[in-house]
């Protein structure tokens, strides 16, 4: 599997003879572009976990004419930007949705912001992309507020417990400070993620483990993307530039 950094939330990866491009966001490298240029494929899936602009860009529409499904969060049916692009080419998927095209497999969760994560089944390889699901702890805001985020994200996770995945990309987010992997930590304490890209984080310092994240004797390989256009190869070993 190969994986490039877009930008935010945004990475494509290719995978066997499939491209998937999560939350592409401005793709200042024009890395999607290059790979679809390349014409090494045999299907491009297009995912949008949520609405807000940090990750539905529609300048993703310019992959129209190639893209053989464009797979959107059931609330960008509701943004005027969803008209810029034909209906027949994309599905809508609810949370706790569960879609299939005879190449891959498709389910939703919810997300404790807006929109779904994606589970991707290949085939060959099981892609978690977390969208801006999350615990959103933010250190200033009331006890209350921090409680029902607490509450909204252990709710969640009760769905994704034990949950297998070659790879997971979920938010390591630089604003919540102290906080910022405290929503990493769990998800990784209690699923089977084989490894981890971090996300969401554009202007903050590179995000790194402390000793013990992965909890005792546990180390999963890991990624912190620094700059659009960057790329690794996920293999059984870990990440491999
Ligand atoms: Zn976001």
């Known amino acids: 599997m190969e994986i490039t950094y ?7 990866v ?25 014409a090494d ?47 027949e080419k994309i599905t809508y998927m609810k949370r706790y949705a569960d879609w299939e095209d005879g190449t891959i497999r498709v389910s939703s969760f919810d997300s404790t912001d807006v929109g779904t994560c994606f589970l991707v ?17 933010w ?21 994704l417990e034990n949950l297998e995945a070659d790879v997971a990309f979920f938010p390591v987010d630089g604003r919540m400070g102290e906080a910022w992997d405290m929503g990493a930590r769990e998800f990784c304490a209690r699923t089977n993620v084989k490894a981890l890209v971090a996300m969401h984080n554009v202007g903050y310092p590179l995000w790194q483990p402390k000793e013990g994240f992965f909890g005792e004797g546990r180390e999963i390989p890991f990624w912190t993307p620094k700059d659009s256009g960057e790329r690794r190869r996920l293999d059984g070993g870990g990440f491999e530039v």
Do not use: C
């Open 6 to 12: 877009l930008l935010n939330s945004g990475f494509l």
């Open 121 to 137: 089944d290949t085939g060959g390889a099981r892609i978690f992309h977390a969208g801006d699901f999350n615990w959103w702890h």
């Open 41 to 87: 494929f045999d299907a491009l899936y297009i995912f949008v976990s949520h609405a807000h602009f940090d990750h539905f860009d529609t300048h993703i529409r310019s992959y129209e004419d190639v893209v053989t499904r464009y797979v959107f969060s059931n609330d960008v049916r509701r943004t005027k930007r969803s008209r810029l692009f034909s209906a």
């Open 139 to 159: 250190t200033g805001d009331t006890r209350e507020n921090q409680l029902l985020a607490r509450n909204a994200f252990q709710k969640q996770m009760k769905k």
């Open 14 to 38: 290719k995978t066997g003879r499939l491209l998937l491009v999560f939350d592409d966001f401005e793709d200042p490298t024009q890395a999607v572009d290059a790979a679809i240029a390349e």
